[in-house]
């Protein structure tokens, strides 16, 4: 009796964190309409801001252990950081070149690569009501690519692969729960910096730029990353993937709701077709645990 009701309550408190996680990572559009600095620039200063708020929380908490959590990383731990690092840059230099609408319906075709990819690595067999979410969302991103208002075929290319990177994240997440996800968070932003500090300019912003890129560097990056890479040690891939792919509808709303910056009809569709898959889904699933452990 006590394991089953243990499982469901991880299970929930992943759900919890991932869903935190994928509203505070979809404000990135927002900030990226919001200033005029360009791609590298934004990089350097967000990944300075969120990799030192992590870092100094890591620290506060336990000096001692943050040391120990960051030389215990090994192969695994620098393999999510780099990847997070690859999936961040690639995210805002999507964000350069198409809508923000496209790059987060394109993210919700996570669901179908996440399946697959578990099946293959993990040997977690999807469930019938997520492969028919993942063909769902796939068709309403086809839709979407390369057109519509604001599409561009280069962003959402980059679009695509950031979405490859971020569940090759979760995969790993899941295969080695034991990684101080926190560390790997503040390790990834900090590289993000160092890689983008060659082609940056970060000193040639107003400071109110900056500033703005500080409050989503510190909690619409780092608090976000780190709850998703703690979530996803919880959950299955393709779970992850669907409350991820919520994105879709979050990060156009706040574009809309400060700018007033309206969808064209194709993006509406196949945003439309992607969500009600994820929602149905997401739904369902969490129903069918509810009364599963209850049962038990």
Not at 50 to 72: E, M, T
Not at 101 to 109: L, N, P, Q, S
């Amino acid at each position: 009796m006590v394991a089953p009701r243990m499982k469901s309550s991880s299970y929930t408190l992943g759900l919890v964190l991932v869903l935190i996680s994928t509203i505070l990572l979809s404000t990135a559009g927002l900030m990226t309409r919001l200033i005029t600095m360009d791609t590298a620039t934004i990089l350097f200063w967000r990944g300075v801001w969120g990799g030192a708020a992590v870092a100094l929380l890591i620290f506060l908490r336990s000096p001692g252990q943050a040391w120990r959590d960051f030389r215990r990383l090994g192969l695994p731990g620098w393999a999510i950081a780099l990847v997070t690092t690859a999936s961040m840059s690639l995210f805002i230099a999507a964000l350069h070149r198409t809508s923000v609408a496209h790059v987060a319906v394109i993210f919700a075709t996570a669901p179908l690569i996440a399946a697959a990819l578990g099946f293959l690595f993990l040997r977690e067999k999807p469930g019938a009501g997520a492969l028919i979410a993942s063909v769902a969302a796939l068709i309403g991103v086809g839709l979407m690519v390369g057109t519509g208002e604001g599409g561009g075929l280069v962003g959402d290319a980059l679009a695509l692969l950031m979405t490859l990177c971020i569940v090759v994240n979760t995969l790993l997440a899941r295969r080695y729960p034991e990684m101080p996800m926190l560390a790997i968070a503040a390790l990834s932003a900090l590289l993000g910096s160092l890689v983008a500090a060659p082609f940056a300019t970060p000193l040639s912003w107003p400071a109110q730029e900056i500033w703005i890129v500080a409050l989503f560097g510190i909690f619409g990056f780092a608090a976000g990353l780190a709850l998703m890479l703690l979530g996803a040690r919880l959950l299955p891939p393709v779970e992850t993937s669907l409350i991820g792919a919520l994105d879709a509808p979050l990060a156009p709303f706040w574009v809309w709701l400060v700018f007033g910056e309206v969808l064209d009809r194709t993006t509406l569709i196949g945003g439309g077709l992607v969500m009600a898959a994820v929602c149905l889904h997401v739904v369902a699933d969490f129903g069918s645990r509810c009364r599963t452990a209850a049962a038990e």
